[in-house]
């Protein structure tokens, strides 16, 4: 079942902050994040697991709750180079399940 | 080889002709995926390769799509009587299991016009 991710696009300033969200109507074994930027291939971002909470590049940190069965990324004073589609992809379990990814969460950082 | 390659970058071809194209996944790396990609949408899962396990092919839209993993390392994903509905970006990536879990590692992906 394909995560939500929420929201669909957002807009920020140089600066700003912005949270994007994950959600799975499944039970959540672990939560990946991936950045494309405009005509590139996705780039993995880090990787959670239950109850896990990871720091990865720069000010960009995400946190899994697996009670909610959910994820959010954390972008901290966000850069031009933040500019992308970021996409969550889940597995139900730690067995070989391949991810299944969400639709993807469009961010633009303006000047 | 440093990553992922797919060939072609780019294919242009005509309504009703069939296209491959190939994938070369990162060196040791047991999974491999096929996803598509339309303007400005997201991930469409087409098919998985694990090990010698039988594909999961789940994903593929029709029976114009097939592929195969030849020698547990490159993959060739074929269309048949292409539609021009088939256009979009064909991503390729490879992972390999590891203790927290799976990172897939993608190519740079071929871009499909069909005319």
């Known amino acids: 079942q394909q995560p939500v991710q929420s929201p669909q696009a957002v807009i920020l300033r140089e600066g700003e902050d912005a949270v994007i969200n994950c959600s799975s109507s499944k039970a959540l074994y672990s939560v990946h994040w991936y950045r494309q930027k405009h005509g590139e291939a996705p780039v993995f971002l880090m990787i959670?697991?239950?109850?896990?909470e990871q720091k990865g590049h720069d000010k960009i940190s995400a946190s899994f709750n697996e009670k909610k069965q959910q994820s959010s990324l954390y972008l901290t004073a966000s850069q031009l180079s933040y500019s992308g589609t970021y996409f969550c992809g889940t597995g139900p379990n730690s067995g070989n399940t391949p991810l299944v990814f969400g639709k993807g969460t469009r961010l633009s950082v303006i000047a | 080889g440093a990553g992922v390659s797919q060939s072609p970058s780019n294919k242009v071809t005509e309504k009703g002709k069939d296209v491959e194209l190939r994938c070369d996944p990162i060196s040791g790396h047991t999974a491999l995926y096929w996803y598509r990609q339309s303007l400005g949408q997201g991930l469409e899962f087409l098919i998985y390769?694990?090990?010698?396990?039988?594909?999961?092919k789940s994903g593929l839209p029709s029976d114009r799509f097939s592929a195969e993993r030849t020698g547990g390392s490159v993959s060739t994903l074929t269309i048949q009587r292409t539609q021009q509905e088939d256009s979009a970006v064909y991503l390729c990536?490879?992972?390999?299991?590891?203790?927290?879990?799976?990172?897939?590692?993608f190519g740079p992906g071929t871009r499909l016009l069909v005319l």
């Open positions: 390769f694990q090990g010698n396990s039988a594909p999961d």
């Open positions: 990536a490879s992972s390999v299991f590891g203790l927290v879990g799976e990172t897939q590692y």
């Open positions: 959670l697991l239950k109850g896990g």
